[in-house]
């Protein structure tokens, strides 16, 4: 159980283009989704964090128009890079954690996003 | 100073070793460990919880020191498989933020 998908797995686009990714959580109704970015042979950052119904809480230095996140039901949340551009290119990985239990958090398999 | 550190290694070991290594964190109050192992390309995946008594599972064996801030993570009769980066996670409770290190590239070779 507690299983998460991403879609896309890949995608490369073209600079100014936006780019729609989808966390979907399989067998459970997640509380929370996070959203993370990992740059090569660097740590994950946190980007946000979404809960149902409410807006995202954006952590520091993310830009919110530009990283727009929606959550619209417990199952799904969508992150969506408005104007990528080439340094917006790295891995994108989601989490969602069940009920009060946030510190098991269930990762999604990552979408890589590669801007030329 | 990183709130959570690790050696990014690589550590180059021969299979059936055993490796061992460190993650230091700056918080005093942080109250959960954990060790993910993240394969190239891949989300991390859990790999096990670090207690206070330390804990076993398998031929892992992670070891927390409070006094030194530091947790570890030892491998024993280490497998092909288990090359991977090792990501150091620490959490406060009642904080869902999970704080990463940058990993510890560990590579087993035959």
């Known amino acids: 159980g507690a299983v998460v998908s991403q879609h896309p797995s890949w995608v490369i686009c073209k600079s100014g283009t936006s780019v729609k990714i989808e966390c979907r959580s399989l067998?459970?109704?997640?509380?929370?989704m996070f959203w993370y970015r990992q740059f090569p042979k660097q740590s994950l950052m946190l980007m946000a964090t979404?809960?149902?119904?409410?807006?995202?809480?954006?952590e520091q230095g993310v830009e919110k128009d530009k990283f727009l996140i929606n959550h619209a039901s417990l199952t799904l949340s969508t992150l969506t890079v408005t104007s990528a551009h080439p340094e917006d290119s790295s891995f994108y990985i989601c989490?969602?954690?069940?009920?009060?239990?946030?510190?098991?958090?269930?990762f999604g398999p990552g979408t890589r996003l590669l801007v030329l | 100073r990183k709130e959570v550190e690790q050696d990014p290694g690589p550590f180059n070991v021969p299979e059936g070793a055993t490796v061992a290594f460190n993650c230091t964190y700056s918080?005093?109050?942080?109250?959960?460990f954990f060790w993910y192992r993240q394969d190239c390309r891949k989300e991390p995946k859990l790999l096990m919880s670090?207690?206070?008594?330390?804990n076993e599972d398998g031929r892992f064996t992670a070891q927390l020191n409070r006094a030194s801030q530091y947790i570890s993570l030892l491998i024993r009769d280490s497998k092909l498989s288990d090359s991977a980066t090792y990501l150091c996670?620490?959490?406060?409770?009642?904080?869902?933020?999970?704080?990463w290190g940058a990993g510890t590239k560990l590579i087993i070779k035959p």
């Open positions: 989490s969602a954690t069940i009920g009060l239990l946030q510190e098991t958090q269930y």
């Open positions: 067998d459970f109704q997640a509380t929370t």
């Open positions: 979404s809960n149902e119904g409410s807006k995202a809480t954006y």
């Open positions: 918080n005093s109050a942080s109250q959960s």
């Open positions: 670090v207690y206070s008594s330390g």
């Open positions: 996670v620490v959490n406060m409770r009642g904080n869902y933020q999970l704080i």
